[in-house]
């Protein structure tokens, strides 16, 4: 298949599947899909950045694993630990006001570090600065953009639809991590083979695509206002009176809430400790431990057009059960061109795959957009037969199957030698790390949606921007705590998966003892 037919198909069936989730989600308030799709864009950007951001600095700058790994873990707490101050600061200024600040701070982080400038002390310096502004602006924009969708809910006409919408918006997210990694391979490549650029600049061309896609992020943010103008609230006019009425609460009512948050928080930050691995040791590990290429259908999962088509035919076979008329025609176009693109491109025996590491981590974002439905009609399931476990609960399993992930982890690497790094010293079936996004996956199903939507339920109204700050410092503190396991390296595999495993499985019986205090404010 010719690359221009090739770019046809892929944007036909695109819009054919918008279209669909539109029609087969039209309860959902508008506004979701409109910020969705801004956040998706800004979300590109990052992990199209995040994907090789750990393997540039010890090619541009020559870092030693222990430096690269604090690196990556400083920059990653940071993003996530200040939404806390941009939410305190939307609590005052308003969400919107600090949405569009956010994203124009974080394009010029993006630029900053889209420039080649080398790898001396100068260079080193405007990296660090780069973070600091993408830091800085993801902590205005992305825990106050989540409040507004949060704030769509508050209509009693949507209010049992926010673990569904939730879900739904996560989905988004993860359309534009699912692209990042083959984007940032992609253009890498070009910028070496077309331009010939080095290997360490060509890191660089990467980084500017993020700039690009914030720039698309504030276009759809503005294009769309008008379906999500009422929850641009502005907490205090210039004569300091309340803009926005914010009904009294109890405070026994209020200092109940905020615990039962403060508890979900400390589960929360080892979940994020365990997850985040992908852009660190689950990144060395497929660099080190890892066979370089593949064939067959496990060799077809490596190109992203046909993961695409299988996300396709896997939202195709759910509306044909869900919908009817137009949206059922729909289903049955998205399983028919889903599965031709699939057919068509089945590789000849014998044809080999190279696999390059950055590129695993797509899958899950992969796993994310194909399983939301799975989890949205599971849900919607139990929900019909009064039978939907509680937010708390969903947690807890969360924590479970992280845990079982790293066992696997564990059992397959017993015979495996110690990490060599940076050498490549073993050849394990990257099967073995597909099938660990796929089970970290799940795990991320049911806590990450279903905690923001906890969140956004849970918190006292005149507090809600600081409570999400406080989500993103959990996960914060989990991205910091990620460097243990990076500090761990140099020791046998089944001893860093294992610590993973235990603290997985401890965190799980942390939140089931208190599972019932939880329950009373769900």
């Not at 029609?23 to 979300?43: D, M």
């Not at 984007?183 to 980084?207: E, P, R, T, V």
């Not at 974002?365 to 969903?394: D, N």
Request: a neutral charge; charged letters at 10%; hydrophobic letters at 55%.
């Amino acid at each position: 298949m010719s690359l221009t037919l090739s770019i046809t198909w892929i944007v036909v069936l695109f819009a054919i599947w918008l279209y669909f989730l539109y029609v087969s989600y039209k309860g959902q308030p508008k506004g979701l899909w409109v910020l969705a799709v801004a956040n998706t864009g800004e979300r590109f950007g990052y992990y199209t950045m995040l994907a090789v951001f750990v393997l540039f600095l010890g090619e541009n700058f020559g870092f030693s694993n222990d430096t690269a790994s604090e690196i990556y873990t400083w920059f990653l707490m940071l993003v996530y630990f200040l939404p806390l101050f941009g939410g305190i600061l939307a609590d005052k200024f308003g969400f919107n006001k600090m949405v569009v600040v956010g994203i124009i701070i974080m394009f010029l982080g993006y630029l900053l570090l889209s420039l080649p400038l080398g790898g001396d002390s100068v260079a080193v310096t405007a990296m660090l600065a780069a973070l600091a502004l993408v830091s800085a602006g993801t902590g205005l924009f992305k825990g106050n953009l989540q409040v507004m969708v949060g704030d769509l809910y508050n209509a009693p006409e949507f209010a049992d639809k926010r673990d569904s919408g939730f879900s739904l918006f996560y989905m988004a997210i993860n359309v534009g991590a699912l692209f990042a990694p083959t984007a940032a391979i992609g253009i890498m490549d070009w910028a070496q083979n077309s331009l010939a650029y080095s290997k360490a600049d060509a890191y660089h061309f990467a980084f500017a695509v993020a700039c690009v896609s914030v720039v698309f992020s504030i276009i759809v943010y503005f294009a769309g206002m008008s379906t999500f103008r009422h929850v641009m609230n502005v907490t205090r006019k210039k004569d300091n009176t309340a803009a926005v009425e914010v009904a009294e609460e109890d405070p026994k009512e209020t200092k109940e809430r905020i615990i039962c948050l403060g508890l979900v928080y400390a589960v929360v930050v080892f979940f994020w400790m365990a997850f985040h691995q992908n852009g660190l040791t689950l990144t060395w590990f497929a660099d080190e431990f890892t066979a370089r290429e593949s064939s067959g259908f496990l060799g077809m999962l490596f190109d992203v057009k046909n993961l695409l088509a299988g996300i396709f035919v896997v939202y195709g076979l759910f509306g044909i059960f869900q919908n009817k008329g137009l949206s059922r025609i729909l289903a049955g176009a998205l399983i028919l061109l889903g599965a031709s693109y699939f057919i068509l491109n089945i590789p000849a025996d014998g044809t080999v795959v190279p696999i390059s590491a950055p590129i695993f981590q797509h899958f899950n974002a992969c796993f994310v957009v194909m399983l939301t439905p799975v989890s949205i009609a599971l849900f919607g399931w139990l929900a019909s037969k009064g039978k939907e476990p509680k937010a708390p609960f969903k947690i807890g399993l969360g924590m479970l199957v992280a845990g079982a992930a790293y066992l696997m982890l564990t059992l397959a690497c017993l015979d495996m030698p110690t990490p060599d790094y940076p050498n490549h010293v073993y050849d394990a079936s990257p099967s073995l790390l597909v099938n660990t996004y796929l089970i970290l996956t799940f795990a991320e199903l049911l806590l990450s949606p279903i905690g923001i939507s906890f969140v956004t339920k849970v918190s006292p109204a005149k507090y809600k921007g600081m409570m999400m700050g406080g989500w993103f410092v959990a996960t914060a503190l989990g991205n910091k705590l990620v460097t243990v396991a990076g500090h761990m390296w140099s020791l046998p595999l089944p001893i860093v998966w294992g610590v993973l495993m235990g603290i997985c499985l401890l965190a799980a019986a942390f939140i089931f003892a208190i599972i019932k205090r939880l329950n009373k404010v769900a």
